[in-house]
Nanobody, 116 residues
Framework: QVQLVESGGGLVQPGGSLRLSCAAS????????MGWYRQAPGKQRELVAT???????NYAASVMGRFTMSRDNAKNTVYLQMNTLRPEDTAVYYC??????????WGKGTLVTVSS
């Protein structure tokens, strides 16, 4: 069992930056593929970024070059550094830990609002 707790959301002006954190409890954290998803009002949840056990990453086209995902296995934590934020980045951001269909966990989310 893995529990995920996101933090770091808030209100930021367009062009600003935020760093989200996701702290995981439980064992075997390094083997999990970790993901950041987001869900804007009235829209479906979408994948923003993924980091694998070897720390390789994938990003959605909409955030490529602006967002950076990283992991610290010693702290059981993943991060999402978000730069040059846009109003369309406004959403609830969720952390996901995936190993298998029976080992697929979600956090409760953290709200990011980009507005002047």
């Amino acid at each position: 069992q893995v529990q995920l707790v996101e933090s770091g959301g808030g209100l930021v002006q367009p062009g600003g930056s935020l760093r989200l954190s996701c702290a995981a409890s439980g064992s075997n954290f390094p083997i999990y593929t970790m993901g950041w998803y987001r869900q804007a009002p009235g829209k479906q949840r979408e994948l923003v970024a993924t980091i694998f056990g070897d720390s390789s990453t994938n990003y959605a086209a909409s955030v490529m070059g602006r967002f950076t995902m990283s992991r610290d296995n010693a702290k059981n934590t993943v991060y999402l550094q978000m730069n040059t934020l846009r109003p369309e980045d406004t959403a609830v951001y969720y952390c996901n830990a995936f190993w298998s269909r029976s080992s697929d966990y979600w956090g409760k989310g953290t709200l990011v609002t980009v507005s002047s």
